[in-house]
């Protein structure tokens, strides 16, 4: 029966999904938290978090800026975020004047002040807008927080010790961006939580 086939397959969609994450927890925690601490002293300075991401990424960068500017799961003033990924006017008119790969790194080189801080998703760690957004930011002496998959690509190379990468191993495209996900929810969480001296 066609159905049992879609079930079946699925249900091991859940099933790889939740092994990846749960495979991926002890190595992932400790850059997870070394990234909220970097976003806290920003946003403690003043500074605010710039994030990037084309597709699902972009997507990723957009639902990141949000829970920030607005909330969480605690209640607590607006936390200063802004997704490059949102503003069609500017994002055409480069991609249409210049190159498409330089729509990030040109707003970063405009708006980005040493306080803030970048957050650069990018699955397979290869987009070239991506690499040109950090390479603005290390221009700009912003830290990077890198989050990536498939071993980190280019951007793994162009990161250096300011910098915190989190790399989801896995090839997999879809599985990646779950793992995503939850990284920015386990975000949102630790900064909202040293912020708010919420120890549980």
Not at 117 to 130: E, H
Not at 161 to 172: A, K, L, P, Y
Not at 178 to 194: G, P, Q
């Amino acid at each position: 029966m066609p159905g049992m086939d879609l079930i079946a397959r699925i249900t091991g969609h859940f099933n790889e999904s939740a092994t990846l994450k749960l495979t991926l927890a002890s190595e992932l925690a400790a850059p997870i938290a070394m990234a909220a601490e970097r976003m806290v002293q920003c946003l403690l300075s003043e500074g605010k978090i710039l994030v990037c991401g084309n597709g699902g990424s972009a997507a990723d960068a957009q639902h990141f800026a949000a829970e920030l500017l607005n909330r969480f799961e605690m209640e607590r003033p607006p936390l200063a975020a802004m997704a490059l990924t949102t503003d069609s006017s500017t994002l055409t008119s480069i991609a249409n004047d210049y190159h498409y790969t330089e729509v990030f790194s040109k707003q970063i080189r405009a708006l980005g002040q040493g306080r803030d801080v970048l957050l650069a998703i990018s699955t397979s760690g290869n987009s070239p807008s991506i690499l040109e957004a950090v390479r603005a930011a290390h221009e700009r002496e912003l830290p990077v927080v890198a989050l990536t998959g498939k071993g980190g690509g280019a951007l793994a190379d162009l990161l250096d010790g300011n910098d915190v990468h989190i790399c989801v191993h896995s090839q997999r495209t879809a599985r990646i961006q779950e793992v995503h996900i939850l990284v920015l929810h386990c975000l949102c969480d630790a900064i909202d939580c040293v912020l708010l001296g919420v120890e549980e």
